[in-house]
């Protein structure tokens, strides 16, 4: 079975600052897609970044880019110029290409931006 | 485009009843993802359903079920509620449930067990 830890309960980042949240996962699969997933206090959760295990590069979305090192398993997500509305708890999930319908998710990062 | 929606948002249920969830997808979209949230399990997977068929269930006991209708609208079934079911039941669609397409998720119903 698939696992997703996030070892970073907490975090918190000055603003325009930069922060890294951690992302560590266990799959005997080779076909895979890893996503981060950010949830606002009281509010949906919505996609931030996605990357194809089969893509060496790297993605990125404007200030949000990540760090997938398929070997290791490790899927960390750099937050670049943080803002106050970067506060919010940040999932780290894993979803198959055979078992696509199901995400599997880390327990979650809360992230909080200090002015 | 509406975005995915749950009702009901709130729900307080007693221990031994049974309760109904509904999430309407977004228009388009047939794939339909259950998650439950709690503080103490996070995040876990329910069930998935497709174009009116379970495709995936997560390790949930039998109380635990749902369906999908032919406009895709879901529903999920909580019998015999139990204290520890408390929680946000999130779900989440998809235009097909493929492994790169982005799910949309609602915005939750909690639900809380006395």
């Known amino acids: 079975a698939q696992t997703v830890t996030q070892s970073q309960p907490e975090m918190s980042v000055q603003e325009a600052e930069t922060v890294t949240l951690s992302c560590t996962y266990d799959t005997s699969e080779s076909d895979y897609y890893l996503f981060w997933y950010k949830q606002p206090p009281s509010r949906q959760m919505i996609l931030v970044i996605r990357q194809e295990a089969y893509k060496q590069q790297n993605a990125t979305e404007n200030r949000f880019s990540v760090n997938f090192q398929k070997a290791a398993k490790s899927f960390s997500l750099k937050i670049s110029d943080s803002q106050l509305g970067d506060a919010a708890m940040y999932f780290c999930a894993y979803r198959s290409n055979t078992n696509a319908g199901k995400s599997t998710f880390g327990d979650g990062t809360t992230l909080t931006v200090k002015p | 485009k509406a975005g995915v929606t749950q009702t009901p948002r709130y729900l307080i249920k007693t221990r031994g009843q049974q309760v109904t969830l509904s999430c309407s997808p977004i228009s388009g979209h047939r794939s339909v993802s259950w998650y439950q949230q709690t503080p103490g399990q996070g995040l876990q997977f329910l069930f998935e359903y497709f174009s009116e068929t379970q495709r995936n269930k997560g390790n949930f006991p039998g109380r635990f079920s749902g369906r999908q209708f032919s406009n895709s609208r879901s529903e999920m079934n909580v019998s015999t509620l139990e204290l520890g079911d408390s929680a946000l039941y999130l779900c989440?669609?998809?235009?097909?449930?493929?492994?790169?397409?982005?799910?949309?998720f609602g915005p939750g119903t909690r639900l809380l067990v006395l």
């Open positions: 989440a669609s998809s235009l097909a449930g493929g492994g790169l397409e982005t799910q949309y």
